[in-house]
Every structure is written in structure tokens, then in C-alpha cells.
């Protein structure tokens, strides 16, 4: 019980002292630390929950992955709302740069089809999918306006909007993609990936672990490509380019 304590005080700590130091700059964060934690915190006491229960059902784990890839589709509608077409572009692209993503890894065997494997895997390639679109969309409605001249221009000679926004979003895909690539250019050296970590603490050997880290590494690549393509492709497909503050609202 003293460890449980222990735990949960030292968490808090952390959080309060993040929020504090927040306020103190003038981020205007607010209680949005704390609240994520704590709402963290309640979402794998309930997918731990759920874990047991694949764990006797295996067959429940697609049902598991669809919940997790519908989540992830809620949160990058969300967040691209202020963009024309960035609900739907947000979905499309995570939906599928996860699936073709997801699709190679289960389909040629490099993950066995077990329950916790599938999980695993599909947990970190969605989460990085909806990653890539969410920061992908948000540079793409940033460029286009940092580049409304060249884009006003494109559109005053006739060219589409997706011709007219090519250059904004060639760089949206590129600045969406660089933190990932960064980071797994210095794996092994700089950063110890979640994966390798957690297959080792569970028993695995480093080798298998080095070459689970390696599919999520290659996954997380192709998915996150394919989801800022396609969420960037259907957001400049729209007739009411974000060129400014009102044209987004």
C-alpha cells in the first residue's frame, strides 16, 4: 500500500509542479496538465480492464482497435475543425495511413496475429497517425496563410486550389513528418524507444525487441507519410482556402 502512496504523491507532485511553472511563464495552460493526467490515469485503469478481458477473448482485440482507431479519428476531427474539410480530411488521413500501415506489418507476419501483439503495434501506429495529421493540418492552415500572396496569386491565373496550395502543403507534410524521422534517426543513441523498452522489461530477448522497435519505427514512417498526404490532399481539395482568420470560421 506504502509503494501505491508513494507513487500516486510523487505523480502529483510532478504534475503540480509542471502546472505551477506554466502559470508562473504565462503559458495559459491552466489545470490542463493536471487534467490530462488524471484523465490518463482513468483511461488505462479501464483499458487494463479491457486487456484482461482480450486476453481470454482473443478475437475481441479488432474490436479493441477499432475503438482505439475511432478515438483517434474523434480527436483529429477535433482539432482540425477551424480548417475547411479538416474534419474529414483529419479522419481519411488517419484512417488510412493506420490501416495501410497496419495492414503490412500483420499481413506479411512481422507481428504475430496474437491478441497483445496486435494490440501493441496498433496502439503506437494510430497514435502516430493521428499525430501526423493533426500537425500536419495545422502547418498546412499556417503555411497557406504565411503564403496567401503566392496562393491569391495561383488562384488569380486560374489554377485549382490544390494546385494554388501545393507548396504549403509539400511543407506541412515535411514539417508533420521531421519530429518522427528526427527521433528515429537517433534511436539507440539518443532515445530508447517505448517498444524496445517494454519488450525487454517483459522477458523478450534484445534482439527480438531491437526488431519489434524496428517494425513500429518502419510502421510509424509509413503510416504517418500516408496520413499527412492524404488529410493535406483533402484539405486544399476545398473552394474556401483559409487565407485568413474569417475564412476559417
Not at 495501410?100 to 506489418?105: C, K, P, Q, R, T
Not at 494554388?164 to 513528418?177: I, K, N, P
Amino acid at each position: 500500500m506504502f509503494e501505491y502512496i508513494r507513487f500516486a504523491v510523487v505523480i502529483l507532485a510532478m504534475v503540480l509542479a509542471t502546472t505551477a511553472l506554466l502559470a508562473r511563464a504565462g503559458i495559459g495552460l491552466g489545470a490542463l496538465p493536471l487534467v490530462a493526467i488524471l484523465r490518463a490515469g482513468v483511461q488505462l485503469a479501464a483499458i487494463t480492464l479491457l486487456l484482461r478481458g482480450v486476453e481470454s477473448v482473443p478475437w475481441t482485440a479488432a474490436l479493441f482497435v477499432v475503438l482505439m482507431l475511432s478515438t483517434a479519428s474523434f480527436t483529429t476531427a477535433r482539432r482540425a475543425a477551424a480548417l475547411p474539410l479538416g474534419a474529414r480530411a483529419g479522419v481519411a488521413g488517419t484512417v488510412c495511413g493506420a490501416l495501410l500501415s497496419l495492414a503490412v506489418i500483420l499481413g506479411t507476419g512481422l507481428v504475430d496475429l496474437e491478441a497483445q501483439s496486435v494490440i501493441a503495434v496498433a496502439g503506437i501506429v494510430i497514435g502516430g497517425c493521428m499525430t501526423a495529421s493533426t500537425m500536419a493540418l495545422r502547418h498546412y492552415l499556417m503555411n497557406v496563410r504565411a503564403q496567401c500572396g503566392e496562393v491569391e496569386g495561383w488562384l488569380a491565373l486560374g489554377a485549382r486550389p490544390r494546385k494554388s496550395t501545393q507548396t504549403a502543403r509539400r511543407m506541412a507534410v515535411r514539417e508533420a513528418l521531421i519530429p518522427n524521422l528526427d527521433q528515429t534517426k537517433s534511436t539507440g543513441l539518443v532515445t530508447l524507444p517505448g517498444a524496445f523498452v517494454g519488450a525487454l522489461f517483459g522477458g523478450a530477448p534484445a534482439l527480438e525487441a531491437a526488431q519489434f522497435q524496428l517494425v513500429v519505427l518502419a510502421g510509424l514512417a509509413l503510416g504517418g507519410t500516408v496520413t499527412a498526404l492524404v488529410a493535406t490532399y483533402i484539405a486544399a481539395g476545398s473552394s474556401r482556402l483559409p487565407l485568413d482568420e474569417q475564412a476559417s470560421s
